[in-house]
């Protein structure tokens, strides 16, 4: 007789282990389906996903080094600290990286041990059933299920003709695991992966060229935001940052690889642009992980762009059938994954579950930082929306002088005669910490008079949006 769960979770990464883990905390008999094993040693399967294993985590880990190497030969001088030649044991600083992401992976596994998640080594993908039950085919085993929830996540985008081999040609898995700083580092894509990326091997000595098709730097990100990161990373970093690029061709040979490209700028278009580097890194965005799911078998729905089609509360077109995560509409963000598997488990216990997609935080964690909540200027404007903007610099900021980092600045914007909270942007030292202030302020739709009549430690960096919030009222006090 096939095993019968309450609830079953095909893919163990953020969105998945935790839809499972408070799926089991309510009661549920739940268990876990997980195929990939992410290069582990033993063979075994590893949770935790891209976001854990060659993701957020090892990427923050880099980052972390990076830093720490680039401030010995640069930035601890200012504080009077002289540190004299600094070089940089690249095997150690990945073997650390590595030992991070082992520690976590390994701990959901004792997470789901301790809240009695079955974990289902193997792919899963659906062989049929309906409202009474799902059947579910795990590695030739079939399990049934009350509820199913997909969280099988994304993979790179790959740009026709192009392999990835992750030894020259590098995904962001590959641009993890390099084994020396290369020269002349090639990065296709200037969003959030390949900025942070291009950053880490920056750092470390590498030349750094980025190419990027669309002809606006952060098009996602506040306009005030995108001009002062793109001065920040071209003027005072040295990233080679081309916009409007068109990549045409590469090849990799024992010499490097070859980028061919061409450019437009103010509507001329120069072809015959040639990238040559040592390494390159293709970052051009994600898409879902639905093949081999076994959608058309029962006939689950998928849009236009190929994810599981859901409503506001990751609801697909079966009944108990849900989805969540990188497989459906929305950002592709670890941690709203995260809030759409706590949602999607206490709904199917009856609960109130929620999750406010207009207060999900972007981060990308570069130096300076950069995280926003809400809406942007442009958006506000283009909606037709009445607001008030305050802006403070870090540099009136005690902490952050005191710190030394004083690049970058807090904007937040507030409705015209309410003054709720519609968004708020920070490019600066640890914005990545301090954006969560904002998402509890629009969360509970705050006003911006709320947040300037609360008491902020000093000094501190959240002085910030102290002042940002007086400033939309223009009564500032230090700046």
């Not at 000595?205 to 990373?233: C, M, N, S, Y």
């Not at 058309?296 to 969540?324: F, K, S, Y």
């Not at 710190?403 to 309410?418: H, P, R, W, Y």
Request: aromatic share 6%.
């Amino acid at each position: 007789m096939a095993r019968q769960f309450d609830v079953l979770v095909i893919g163990g990464g953020p969105g998945g282990y935790v839809a499972a883990i408070r799926a089991a905390q309510l009661g549920f008999a739940t268990a876990c389906v997980e195929s990939q094993a992410w290069g582990d040693p033993k063979g075994e399967v590893r949770l935790g996903g891209t976001c854990l294993n060659v993701g957020c985590i090892p990427s923050k880990a880099l980052l972390q080094s990076s830093e720490h190497f680039d401030n010995a030969r640069h930035g601890f001088v200012m504080h009077g600290i002289a540190t004299g030649e600094v070089s940089i044991d690249v095997k150690t600083m990945i073997r650390r990286k590595d030992n991070i992401v082992s520690q976590l992976t390994g701990g959901i596994r004792g997470l789901f041990r301790k809240n009695k998640v079955t974990l289902l080594p193997g792919h899963g993908r659906f062989a049929g059933g309906g409202e009474d039950g799902w059947e579910i085919d795990v590695a030739g085993e079939t399990v049934t299920a009350r509820h199913v929830i997909v969280a099988t996540g994304s993979r790179p985008r790959p740009l026709d003709g192009i392999v990835v081999d992750n030894r020259l040609v590098c995904d962001n898995a590959g641009a993890l695991a390099f084994d020396a700083v290369p020269k002349r580092l090639g990065v296709i894509g200037a969003g959030v992966i390949g900025l942070e990326l291009g950053s880490v091997w920056k750092r470390l000595g590498a030349e750094v060229t980025l190419l990027e098709a669309l002809p606006d730097f952060l098009a996602a990100a506040d306009a005030d935001i995108a001009r002062e990161a793109w001065k920040v990373f071209t003027k005072k970093q040295g990233l080679d940052i081309r916009l409007g690029a068109r990549i045409l061709g590469v090849q990799a040979g024992e010499d490097g690889v070859r980028v061919e490209y061409e450019q437009e700028s103010g509507g001329q278009v120069s072809g015959g642009q040639v990238l040559e580097c040592d390494r390159l890194i293709v970052s051009v965005g994600r898409v879902p992980n639905t093949e081999g799911l076994g959608c058309e078998a029962v006939g689950l729905r998928l849009d236009a762009r190929g994810r599981i089609d859901v409503d506001a509360q990751c609801r697909t077109n079966l009944p108990n059938v849900w989805a969540v995560g990188d497989v459906v509409r929305g950002p592709m963000l670890a941690h709203k994954g995260m809030e759409e598997g706590v949602m999607v488990a206490e709904l199917i216990a009856g609960q109130a579950g929620h999750c406010n997609y207009d207060a999900v935080p972007w981060v990308i964690y570069t130096h300076p930082e950069i995280a926003w909540a809400g809406k942007t200027e442009q958006q506000l404007r283009s909606a037709g929306i009445a607001y008030r903007a305050g802006k403070i610099p870090f540099a009136a900021n005690g902490r952050a002088l005191g710190q030394g980092d004083t690049t970058g600045f807090v904007k937040m914007l507030a409705a015209e005669g309410d003054d709720r909270i519609l968004g708020v942007h920070i490019i600066g030292t640890n914005a990545s910490e301090l954006i969560s202030e904002a998402v509890v302020a629009m969360e509970f739709q705050a006003s911006s008079e709320d947040i300037a009549r609360i008491v902020h430690a000093h000094p501190t960096l959240s002085e910030t949006l102290h002042e940002a919030a007086l400033a939309v009222d223009k009564r500032s006090l230090h700046f």
